[in-house]
T-cell receptor, first 115, second 115 residues
Framework: KNQVEQSPQSLIILEGKNCTLQ??????????LRWYKQDTGRGPVSLTI?????NTKSNGRYTATLDADTKQSSLHITASQLSDSASYIC??????????????FGTGTRLQVTL | DAGVIQSPRHEVTEMGQEVTLRCKPI?????LFWYRQTMMRGLELLIY????????DSGMPEDRFSAKMPNASFSTLKIQPSEPRDSAVYFC?????????????FGEGSRLTVL
């Protein structure tokens, strides 16, 4: 069964600190992995999309890593800000052909950045 | 670009009533998705259209749910009759590619409460 598991479920950190969110997946065949940020009451917004051959991808203070061998990904947030408080959702695309592929969603990590 | 536009943003209705949610995708995008998000289950795909044609409706819960895309700029999701367990946030998303390569752009969601 295709699954995407995220940890931790929730996290509280102080402003300015770094943090790392984890995503483990068991899908086949793997196509790509995406991280989304969802602010409370808003729709998810794409942070990164990584294919099989990419190990690291950055978007400002967000850095995603992908280890296709261990089927793990992480999202590292540097120098956190209050505006980083949100849910972060890991999404894996299963399948290699267009319309037949599927997106498998994790349930997200809820991050709260405090003063 | 205005992004994906959904209406209404909030809907409160009584059990048994018909609910219609609307979505205007980003101009030029040829893929449209309807998702449902709950605390327990996260984001779940309901239906996926490509070039206005339903490709994958395996996530539609039952016959009470129906979706249409009469043209490239408009889609509806209808629930008739509605039940309390349908209470959730419904998201519409669009992309310019297929499910493998296209980046998803989400609307702000329609929060449905069925009493």
């Amino acid at each position: 069964k295709n699954q995407v598991e995220q940890s931790p479920q929730s996290l509280i950190i102080l402003e300015g600190k770094n943090c790392t969110l984890q995503c483990n997946y068991t899908v086949s065949p793997f196509s790509n992995l995406r991280w989304y940020k969802q602010d409370t009451g808003r729709g998810p917004v794409s942070l990164t999309i990584m294919t099989f051959s990419e190990n690291t991808k950055s978007n400002g203070r967000y850095t995603a890593t992908l280890d296709a061998d261990t089927k793990q990904s992480s999202l590292h947030i540097t120098a956190s800000q209050l505006s980083d408080s949100a849910s972060y959702i890991c999404v894996v695309t299963v399948g290699i052909t267009g319309t037949a592929s599927k997106l498998t969603f994790g349930t997200g990590t809820r991050l709260q950045v405090t003063l | 670009d205005a992004g994906v536009i959904q209406s209404p943003r909030h809907e409160v209705t009584e059990m048994g009533q018909e609910v219609t949610l609307r979505c205007k995708p980003i101009s030029g995008h040829n893929s449209l998705f309807w998702y449902r998000q709950t605390m327990m289950r996260g984001l779940e795909l309901l239906i996926y259209f490509n070039n206005n044609v339903p490709i994958d409706d395996s996530g539609m819960p039952e016959d009470r749910f129906s979706a249409k895309m009469p043209n490239a700029s408009f889609s509806t999701l209808k629930i008739q009759p509605s039940e309390p367990r349908d209470s959730a946030v419904y998201f519409c998303a669009s992309s310019s590619g297929d499910r493998v390569s296209g980046e998803l752009f989400f609307g702000e969601g329609s929060r449905l409460t069925v009493l």
